[in-house]
């Protein structure tokens, strides 16, 4: 069981806005940065946001992440088919260990 | 190009042992920390383990306290992780990321495609 909630599934039509919550503790999200990541079947993840907000290089900005308290949230606007994958929310603890949410499944309507 | 390539995955009876290596390219090996990440059947990202550039700090997930052990040797560019006493629930797709500087041991910027490790008799 993941310290880390985020809802199993997800949904959208394509051009629409979803939004992936993650709920933690005050020893993990509310104490440090969250990063979002993408996972595609049979590859390596992808890191979408990290520092809470940030965007790596060539990650669109229809990807964006915030945090408020012990909760944070990735939104998709502009959903696109190649959109569907698994999402995850990932922190660290300050029992010094790495959490990841149990995943959220996006599907594309 | 960052590359990171996992290898050592295998079936392996419970209680047996494995070493994973992973071969980093593309980037100054020494200079940043590594992590291990792993996926069940069916489950979701779990992090196992992550070391410091220097090998000084390493970290665990309790799954694998005291039964695994990270390592790297920045000559060679390759990150290790020992599996000893395996047990049915470290089968998984195991896989090693590289960490961003400066940032904490669940960011990370390159992951490699996984090695799969499957513990069963």
């Known amino acids: 069981q993941s310290v880390l909630t985020q809802p199993p599934s997800a949904s959208g039509t394509p051009g629409q806005r979803v939004t992936i919550s993650c709920s933690g503790s005050n020893s993990n999200i509310g104490s440090n940065i969250v990063n979002w990541y993408q996972h595609l079947p049979g590859t390596g993840p992808k890191l979408l946001i990290y520092?809470?907000?940030q965007r790596p290089s060539g990650v669109p900005d229809r990807f964006s992440g915030s945090k408020s308290g012990t909760s944070a949230s990735l939104a998709i606007s502009g959903l696109q088919s190649e959109d569907e994958a698994d999402y995850y929310c990932a922190t660290w603890d300050d029992s010094l260990n790495g959490s990841f949410g149990g995943g959220t499944k996006l599907t594309v309507l | 190009e960052v590359q990171l390539l996992e290898s050592g995955g295998a079936l392996v009876q419970p209680g047996g042992s494995l070493r994973l290596s992973c071969a980093a390219s593309g980037f100054t090996f020494a200079n940043y920390a590594m992590s291990w990440v792993r996926q069940a059947p069916g489950k979701g990202l779990e992090w196992v383990s992550g070391?410091?550039?220097?090998?000084?700090?390493?970290y665990y997930a309790d799954s694998v306290k005291g039964r695994s052990i990270i390592s790297r040797d920045n000559s060679r560019n390759t990150l290790y992780l020992q599996m000893n006493s395996l047990r049915a629930e470290d089968t998984a797709v195991y896989y090693c990321a590289k960490v961003i500087s400066d940032y904490n041991y669940v960011t990370f910027d390159y992951w490699g495609q996984g090695t799969l490790v499957t513990v069963s008799s």
């Open positions: 520092n809470n907000h």
């Open positions: 070391i410091s550039g220097s090998s000084y700090t390493t």
